[in-house]
């Protein structure tokens, strides 16, 4: 999954002091601003990167953006990669020294961050800050470097022109960021279109199409979740859980054989994953398969699935049967468990009391 990727940037985003006289330095082709020193000045620059040189050339600023990332990623894979950046950067720099790793923030992105000690090939000792973090579907690389002796007096400076990077249009994660707050305050219109405004700064980035689904899902949508859910498959086919997900939409949509493919194609891909096969006793329960179901609900049970997905789905299937007594059981071991739903627990209940003609429907 990795490339090669060139090795880059710093940060302790704690306590700077601002510029005196400094200059903006702004990069249009990449789209961003940084402040510099007054007497600081570019000593390269092409598409892709620019250096920056202290007047008396003891410190230098690398920026550098790579090649568009050319494969999908989950929000947990865009991270690896940047872990895996900063891991390399301490095998294939000769005699670096890990000094610190921390994960902040740059230009309101989130970034990671560490400080090296190295000897360059002509002996040189420098003291360099990396920091490394995703704009849209690139990553973007600053390299700050000095003398080890300049490294603490030049490290006020080197954290404000950090902290005044700016980005100059609202990137993925910032429209992803705004589409979380709007799907926390069930807003499902407006957060469907933020995450589509960051789905499409970043088209291989499968955590904002999988939100685009999730959110047609809580809204009601099912044909434009299992739409959004197909389209994150063909990006990644060989993610269980987008199966899985789908086939949420498709049995609140009722089509359970649909869902029941589906299920089956996420357990092939992994077989040990608890709530796949609860999605499989749901897609079975839908269509009156109730012994099969019940096998699906015990296996996500022993995997320790959790509760609402195995004990409390056996206890409504049991019901189903006409099996009270086991159903009940189930019951009393989902009425100890935490936070309940509040349909889920005037279910459990109600049974638990002895009434079982209310609350008929499959929660």
């Known amino acids: 999954m990795f490339r090669k990727i060139f090795l880059l940037f710093v940060i302790n985003l704690f306590f700077f002091i601002p510029i005196v006289d400094a200059q903006v330095y702004e990069d249009k082709n990449n789209g961003y601003s940084i402040e510099i020193p007054q007497y600081w000045r570019v000593i390269q ?4 990167m620019s250096v920056i040189s202290s007047n008396d050339n003891e410190a ?8 568009k990332y050319p494969l999908s990623r989950s929000q947990d894979e865009s991270n690896l990669i940047l872990n895996e950046i900063s891991n390399r950067m301490s095998k294939k720099t000769p005699g670096a020294v890990d000094d610190t790793k921390l994960i902040e923030k740059i230009g309101n992105q989130e970034a990671i961050s560490s400080i090296y000690s190295f000897t360059t090939k002509n ?30 007096e ?8 950090l902290n005044s990077f700016k980005l ?24 469907i279109d933020a995450f589509s405004k960051a789905a499409n700064l970043d088209v291989k980035n499968t955590e904002y199409i999988y939100q685009i689904a999730y959110t047609n899902s809580e809204k009601g949508d099912y044909n434009q979740a299992i739409a959004a859910m197909t389209k994150a498959i063909e990006l990644n086919p060989k993610e269980a859980f987008f199966y899985h997900e789908r086939a949420y939409a498709h049995i609140k949509a009722r089509n359970a054989q649909l869902a029941l493919e589906d299920e089956n194609k996420a357990i092939q891909i992994n077989p040990k994953k608890a709530i796949l096969y609860a999605g499989r006793g749901n897609a079975y329960a839908i269509m009156g398969k109730y012994e099969e179901a019940i096998t699906d609900f015990q296996k996500c049970f022993e995997l320790k699935g959790n509760p609402l997905d195995s004990a409390f789905n ?16 189930y019951y009393k071991m989902v ?29």
């Open 45 to 48: 620059t092409n598409p892709t």
């Open 60 to 67: 230098k600023i690398v920026i550098a953006f790579l090649p």
């Open 123 to 152: 002996n040189t000792n420098l003291k360099l800050m990396n920091v490394y973090f995703w704009v849209n579907d690139s990553i973007c690389q600053i390299a700050v470097s000095t003398k080890p002796e300049k490294f603490e």
């Open 154 to 161: 030049l490290k006020p400076i080197f954290l404000s022109v």
């Open 168 to 191: 100059q249009s609202m990137t993925a994660y910032d429209w992803a960021f705004k589409g979380y707050e709007y799907q926390k305050n069930r807003e499902y219109d407006k957060a």
């Open 314 to 329: 056996l206890g409504q299937t049991y019901e189903l049967m006409g099996r009270g007594a086991e159903a009940l059981k």
């Open 335 to 363: 009425v100890e468990y935490p936070n309940l739903p509040n349909p889920v627990k005037e279910k459990v209940q109600a049974r638990i009391n002895g009434e079982w003609e209310s609350y008929k429907e499959w929660i």
